[in-house]
Each structure stands twice: as C-alpha cells, then as structure tokens.
C-alpha cells in the first residue's frame, strides 16, 4: 500500500495556524523579531497592528507585510513606548479603532550599555521604562479590549518578549541593561490573572542564538 501524502495526512497548514479574524497588536513590530511575528501573525489571517517609534519605518514595514500575499491585513501605528504618556496614547488609539484585541506581543525594547561608574540616569530611565514598565502599562490599558476578546475555551493572549541575554550576569564593572532584561524578571515574579468573563492568558518567549 502506498503511503498517504504528507499534504493529505492532516489539517492543511492554513487551518491548523489560522487566527483569521482576530485582532493583533505587535509592539517594536516595524524590524526584527517584531516584523517577523506580524508577518506571521497576518500570514495567518490576523488583523495586526504594529507600534514603534518610526513612523515611516513603521509604515514601510506594514506595506511590505500587506505587499506578501497575506490572509490578513497589516496597520501601523507611531508609538513611542518609553512614557506612560506614550503607552496612554497607544491604548487610547487602539480603543478608537478596535472593539477588542486577541493577542497583544509586547515585543518593544532597548538596550544601553556603559561603565558603572558613568551609567546615566536618563539610560536606566528609558530602558526600564521601554523594557519593564511599558508592557504593563499597555496590557492594563487594553485590558477593556482583551476581556471582550476572551472566552473561557479562547482565551486572549498577552506574549511577552524577552531574551536569553535577560539572565545572564554583565562583566564585572561594568552595566550593560540588555534589551528586555527586566522583561525577562518581571515575568518569572509576575503571576497571571484571569479577570471576570474575559479571560485572558500570558505568555513568555525568550530567543535566543541559533546553533549554527
């Protein structure tokens, strides 16, 4: 007997990975790892939104995405998280156009590096607030929009990005806050909460280097 095709053997790839219809907001989504999951998230059939500082680079990205041949649909959005100002503002944008939100990635970071003794205030201010503060900021400030997304058997999804580079110690004398290292603390201390009928979920991710 001859074997069943792989392609026949079970649910096609657009089925089994699809969120068509749902809503997506990637934070940093205009490069990177950021870019990558819109992509992804839109191949399937979602409707993302990308946030990040650029706007034009913002801009491009979402064209480029829409430009692929995707189910979905890609919009972009300036957004400069490293304030609760910015973090009110995006919310606030996301209210006025959605009713609700399935998956936030709050995938937007920084990096600053420098001697202890010369570390900045202002660099320890704007990573913190990028890396750590901001996607609690943003999370609460759509929490409206993620309860009316969830259900008990679909819950929304909130996905925090961090990193590898999160858990491991600097070279002695020296303070190198890494891109989504506080990120990577806060959600190993940071339990979840499932609030009323919108349930909701979170998730953590931290990439790291490919084997070669």
């Known amino acids: 007997m001859e074997p069943t095709p ?11 990975f699809s969120v068509h219809g749902r809503t997506a907001v ?12 819109a992509r992804g998230l839109a191949r399937d059939g979602a409707q993302v939104v ?11 990205a979402a064209e480029a995405i829409n430009a692929s041949g995707v189910r979905g649909h890609c919009t972009a959005t300036p957004a400069d998280l490293s304030s ?18 399935d998956i936030l990635v709050n995938n937007a970071g920084t990096t600053w590096g420098a001697p202890l003794e010369a570390f900045p205030t202002a660099g320890w201010t704007k990573v913190l607030g990028t890396n750590l503060i901001a996607p609690f900021d943003l999370t609460v400030g759509i929490l409206p929009l993620l309860r009316r997304a969830g259900r008990a058997d679909r819950p929304a999804r909130v996905i925090n990005i961090g990193s ?3 858990i491991n ?15 990577a603390a806060h959600a190993d201390q940071t339990p979840c909460q499932t609030a009323g009928g919108g349930a909701h979920h ?11």
Not at 6 to 16: E, K
């Open 84 to 101: 609760p100002e910015g973090c009110q503002r995006l919310a606030a944008w996301l209210a006025e156009h959605h009713h609700s939100v």
């Open 169 to 183: 110690a600097p070279p002695v004398g020296e303070l190198l806050l890494q891109r989504r290292q506080g990120r």
């Open 202 to 212: 979170r998730e953590r991710d931290r990439p790291g280097a490919l084997p070669d």
């Open 50 to 60: 990308i946030a990040s500082r650029k706007a034009d680079q913002c801009r491009a």
């Open 26 to 37: 990637v934070t940093g989504g205009s490069r990177g790892i950021g870019a990558m999951i």
């Open 6 to 16: 792989l392609s026949q053997s079970g649910p096609d790839d657009a089925d089994l």
């Open 164 to 166: 590898v580079d999160g």
